[in-house]
Nanobody, 115 residues
């Protein structure tokens, strides 16, 4: 049973930073592409960034130049460094990975940015 667990969320003032982590546990290592998504209240979940198993990275335009995604395969962990946070970044952040043909989601971590 694979589990993805997000951590690192919290309350921060506008302009501040947070680093989110997504750690995989279970019978399979996190050696596949991993994506970060976010969902604000009463809005659809939206893609934020992703990183392939080989390190190819993509960002949504709204976070480009502010967020950095990275991975540590030895720790089965993917990170999302978030800088210059804005109130509109407030959301629950989720990580996702397809492992063995199955899409796994974590339970999310809340990020709140105050103005």
């Amino acid at each position: 049973q694979v589990q993805l667990v997000e951590s690192g969320g919290g309350l921060v003032q506008a302009g501040g930073s947070l680093r989110l982590s997504c750690t995989a546990s279970g019978s399979t290592s996190l050696f596949n592409a991993v994506g970060w998504y976010r969902q604000a209240p009463e809005k659809q979940r939206q893609w934020v960034a992703d990183i392939s198993s080989r390190g190819t990275i993509n960002y949504a335009n709204s976070v480009k130049d502010r967020f950095t995604i990275s991975r540590d395969n030895a720790k089965n962990t993917v990170y999302l460094q978030m800088n210059s946070l804005k109130p509109e970044d407030t959301a629950v952040y989720y990580c996702n990975s397809v492992i063995g043909g199955i899409s796994y989601w974590g339970r999310g971590t809340q990020v709140t940015v105050s103005s």
